[in-house]
């Protein structure tokens, strides 16, 4: 069940995030998965893919979060929103299973 109250990921809105899938066949299977492991890890495909990150393959959120803030500190001439960041892991996991069950 999708809940409409679900707050999206900080910078990146939900209709960019329908447009992504939408548009992207290498994410179209996400339907389909029904178990809080496959949620975890389709979900993780999807944050990677909202932040244009599928041509790097990353080993983790964390890794991929990690990069982004080297990414923005290097260009920073002020503070850093660190709302801009990808989620940790962990935090991924627990907002897909808040929002899908």
């Not at 939900?14 to 992207?24: C, D, G, I, P, T």
């Not at 983790?60 to 850093?80: E, G, H, P, R, T």
Request: glycine share 6%.
């Amino acid at each position: 069940m999708y809940h409409g109250t679900t707050l999206g990921i900080y910078g990146k809105g939900k209709l960019q995030a329908v447009q992504l899938f939408n548009r992207s066949k290498y994410l179209q299977d996400i339907p389909e998965i029904f178990t809080y492991t496959g949620i975890e890890r389709t979900g993780e495909r999807f944050i990677f893919a909202l932040y244009s990150n599928t041509k790097n393959e990353e080993s983790s959120l964390n890794k991929m979060m990690y990069d982004c803030f080297n990414q923005l500190v290097s260009q920073a001439s002020s503070a850093i929103l660190l709302s801009k960041l990808p989620p940790t892991t962990e935090a991924a996991h627990q907002h897909y299973r808040r929002t899908f069950h």
